[in-house]
């Protein structure tokens, strides 16, 4: 279920019989011939396919993350981490407030992995609450079906 198609109405009667919440997090940035947008295209698109059968919410993706080595690239915009670990967690504070427990973020790029940290530290700091950061390539099926097209899979290949 997508947020882009609901109302806050629709949300809030979401709310009273479900407490989990998808967040995409991507970065808009260079990948070669591919879309600026291929992280944001793929962990909304996994978020929606893997949340869709069990009806659970998924917001839309935060189209920027940390790309600094990308800066050359136009196009390619960067957050600083710590402005990227802010808007983490206020989008956290904020869904909590209004009632969210349970967190999946679907990571799309590899230079959000430090928000894996942030996300497990709000976590403790919030024990009614659960929060996961995950990657989506990184999964043992994931990665087998990359290393069938290519032996070392690597970025936007």
């Known amino acids: 279920m997508r947020a882009r198609e609901l109302n806050w109405m629709h949300v809030e009667e979401y709310l009273k019989r479900d407490d989990r919440v998808v967040l995409p997090v991507g970065s808009t940035e260079q990948h070669g011939y ?3 947008e291929t992280d ?11 949340a869709e059968p069990l009806g659970v919410l998924v917001l839309p993706v935060l189209p ?13 915009p960067t957050l600083r981490l710590s402005t990227f670990f802010d808007v983490l967690r206020d989008l956290l504070d904020s869904l909590y407030g ?15 992995l430090p928000a894996f940290g942030l996300v ?3 976590a403790v700091e919030h024990d009614d609450a659960q929060a996961i950061f995950h990657s989506w390539w ?3 099926r994931v990665q ?3 290393r069938e097209v290519d032996p070392e899979p690597n970025h936007a290949n």
């Open 40 to 50: 944001n295209i793929l962990a909304e698109r996994v978020s929606t396919e893997a």
């Open 64 to 76: 920027y993350g940390l790309t600094p080595s990308f800066q050359a690239y136009p196009g390619s």
């Open 138 to 140: 990184s999964s043992a």
């Open 144 to 146: 087998a079906a990359a």
């Open 120 to 122: 497990r530290e709000w």
């Open 34 to 36: 591919l879309s600026l």
């Open 98 to 112: 209004q009632g969210f427990r349970r967190f999946l973020l679907v990571n799309g790029h590899g230079g959000n």
